[in-house]
């Protein structure tokens, strides 16, 4: 009996890729029930400085988890991670920490100098992740072209 090891690891991998996305889906649906009760405790508290930061950090952080499932979600079309959807959650990610430190007022120049230039290194990732994957979309189509018109000259007299 042979096994197909490259089978039987696509199949795991898809197994626990399809776990993880039930579980950040799942989190999803709780943070938001979460964010909407809440939202009720607004009403009553007489300090909304402190409680609107936690909001905000809340929305943010569901950001991340819908960036990181769309990445999840998208391995089950293409079999395979893309990169731009990682990165997005990065930039999300660090964009969460410096609005939130900036809206607590708690962040120091050199950390605003350090997160901008995570931020500059993520938007050229991202943006070299899109070109690259532009150019593998038209080499594709190219090639098919091509094939399609050997095809075509092979089956003419």
Same mark, same amino acid.
């Given at each position: ?14 197994? %626990?890729?399809?776990?993880?996305? *039930?579980?950040? =889906? ?7 029930? +979460? ?7 607004? *009403?009553?508290?007489?300090? *909304?400085?402190? +409680? !609107? ?24 079309? =293409? ?22 430190? *900036?809206?607590? +007022? ?6 605003? !100098? ?6 500059? %290194? ?8 899109? %070109?690259? !994957? ?14 399609? =018109? ?8």
């Amino acid at each position: 009996m042979k096994i197909d090891f490259m089978k039987l690891f696509n199949k795991v991998v898809g197994m %626990v890729f399809g776990v993880m996305l *039930l579980f950040l =889906t799942l989190g999803i649906v709780i943070g938001v029930l +979460h964010l909407f009760l809440y939202t009720g405790d607004l *009403l009553v508290e007489k300090e *909304l400085g402190k +409680h !609107y930061s936690k909001i905000i950090s809340d929305v943010l952080t569901l950001f991340i988890l819908i960036e990181l499932s769309r990445s999840l979600a998208e391995y089950f079309t =293409t079999q395979r991670l893309r990169m731009t959807f990682i990165v997005d959650a990065g930039i999300v990610f660090v964009l969460r920490e410096l609005m939130i430190k *900036l809206f607590e +007022h708690k962040i120091e120049p050199a950390e605003i !100098y350090a997160l901008s230039a995570l931020m500059l %290194v993520l938007t050229v990732l991202r943006i070299g992740s899109v %070109v690259v !994957y532009q150019r593998e979309k038209m080499m594709v189509e190219v090639a098919a072209k091509r094939k399609e =018109t050997r095809n075509k000259d092979v089956s003419e007299p």
